[in-house]
T-cell receptor
């Protein structure tokens, strides 16, 4: 029943490691997003994909690479993790016919880099 | 460039008080969309409302109401008769038509409702 799901919910890892976060939506939406929420709760968009095509790529280190195998999935791979990558990462989706419409968010993945 | 400002970092009220959360936005677009999201202590982001720039009608939904004023670039949110369960971080957000679907959030307001 979950509309937008993310795995894992918590991720604790060492500096320098590579990790992935997975996102899936069962809403039939064409557009998916990754947002980062820092320790001060500030939310900022990182990437957006529409039907597997990258449409928004904010100023994000190239250690972050999104991958969309199909329009229901958008994964985030992070190479060479740094302390500053510690944050909560949210996946979201919205209907492509209404890009300015409501975005449905996943539960978030709390990443802690030690 | 689009910007959203929520000047109130934290607000604390006693249950049953009314509380208004302020949101001021900046945009050069004539067509834009405003949102409010709630983030309870459990961490998820819950959509509350969406308004487009051509619809200045105020909206009421139960204890929640929203006041959109283009003249002051504000989209304020009022909770009437607050309850402990309203305790959360509330985010105001903006999408400009020319930015596609890029959602720009304000800094958030932490609302604490005490019993």
């Amino acid at each position: 029943d979950t509309a937008v799901s993310q795995t894992p919910k918590y991720l604790v890892t060492q500096m320098g490691n590579d990790k992935s976060i997975k996102c899936e939506q069962n809403l039939g939406h064409d557009t998916m997003y990754w947002y980062k929420q820092d320790s001060k709760k500030f939310l900022k968009i990182m990437f957006s994909y529409n039907n597997k095509e990258l449409i928004i790529n904010e100023t994000v280190p190239n250690r972050f690479s999104p991958k969309s195998p199909d329009k229901a999935h958008l994964n985030l791979h992070i190479n060479s993790l740094e302390l500053g990558d510690s944050a909560v990462y949210f996946c979201a989706s919205s209907p492509s016919g209404a890009p300015q419409g409501e975005q449905f968010f996943g539960p978030g993945t709390r990443l802690t880099v030690l | 460039a689009q910007k959203v400002t929520q000047a109130q970092t934290e607000i604390s009220v006693v249950e049953k008080e009314d509380v208004t959360l302020d949101c001021v936005y900046e945009t050069r677009d004539t067509t834009y969309y405003l949102f409010w999201y709630k983030q309870p202590p459990s961490g998820e982001l819950v959509f509350l409302i969406r308004r487009n720039s051509f619809d200045e009608q105020n909206e009421i939904s139960g204890r929640y109401s929203w006041n959109f004023q283009k003249s002051t670039s504000s989209f304020n949110f009022t909770i009437t008769a607050s309850q402990v369960v309203d305790s959360a971080v509330y985010f105001c957000a903006l999408i400009e038509e020319t930015s596609g679907s890029r959602l720009t959030f304000g800094e958030g307001t932490q609302l604490t409702v005490n019993p």
